[in-house]
């Protein structure tokens, strides 16, 4: 700020003497020798005062904007880095979480279709059995069905041999011949 009020003041007495030399205005397109030496010598004898009054801040203060400007960038490719490895590091944590979630369905099915086969195992087991049972209880109801059968059936033979022969035979030996007899139509019929 000084030095331009000094520079302001050495034209303005400059010009003055000018203006008032025979009523000619001052041009500053016209060439003079007086002038145009006086103006680079006080420029040369400014300049030094100049860089380091005004020129030196604003160079630092441009260093230290390209400084800040180059710290914001590398806290930016810093920050972009890091967002990236976060990223990287998110899908790799979804990706072992979805296989995680996929060795569990799989599990779970095993475990289902390993249940399920043991149930059905059993059910066939218990319908076995049940089968078993069934047959065993309807071949234990036929026998006796055909035991009750046989013995009706030496009842109404007895009845008819006494009916035929007309004479009475013992209880024992009643039953032993038509037991007897029966056996021989059995064998026969087989």
Known sequence: MQVLLLTTLIADSFAAPL?????????PLLMEFGPAFWTWVIFLLSLPFMWKVVFGPITQALYK??????????????????????RQETVQQLEAAKAEAQRQIREARERAEAQAKTLLEQA???????????????????RRALSEIRDLAVDLSLDAATRLVKRDLKGEDQKGFVKDFLSEVELTSN
């Open 124 to 142: 066939r087991r218990e319908a076995d059995q049940d089968r078993q049972k069934a047959v065993a209880e309807i071949d234990a109801e036929r």
């Open 19 to 27: 203006a008032e030399d025979g009523g000619h205005e001052f041009n």
């Open 65 to 86: 904007r390209d400084a800040k400007a180059d710290d914001a960038i590398t806290s930016a490719n810093e920050a972009r880095a890091a967002a990236e490895a976060a």
